[in-house]
């Protein structure tokens, strides 16, 4: 599992500072170098889809690295093993 946390540190894609909810919009929108507006326009014409974008956007939620590259799925597997 530590591998699969690795290859995603390795994306270089943050999920951002500039936060509403959990910052995937302002991540994507830092890795592609363009205005946050933007992406976060675009999830929003994405979320018309029945189901797809609230996946999605959990799913990078849970799969991201913050700005400490601390990765919150990595955490809650740590801490369900045992491990601090």
């Given at each position: 599992?530590?591998?699969?946390?690795?290859?995603?540190?390795?994306?270089?894609?943050?999920?951002?500072?500039?936060?509403?909810?959990g910052?995937?919009?302002?991540?994507?929108?830092?890795?592609?170098?363009?205005?946050?507006?933007?992406?976060?326009?675009?999830?929003?014409?994405?979320?018309?889809?029945?189901?797809?974008?609230?996946?999605?956007?959990?799913?990078?939620?849970?799969?991201?690295?913050?700005?400490?590259?601390?990765?919150?799925?990595?955490?809650?597997?740590?801490?369900?093993?045992?491990?601090?």
């Open positions: 599992m530590e591998k699969f946390f690795s290859i995603v540190r390795g994306l270089g894609l943050k999920r951002g500072p500039q936060r509403w909810l910052g995937v919009c302002g991540g994507i929108a830092a890795k592609l170098n363009v205005d946050v507006a933007y992406v976060r326009i675009a999830f929003l014409l994405f979320a018309l889809l029945p189901g797809p974008a609230f996946v999605f956007y959990l799913a990078a939620w849970l799969l991201l690295p913050d700005q400490r590259t601390a990765i919150i799925a990595e955490s809650l597997l740590a801490r369900r093993a045992g491990r601090p």
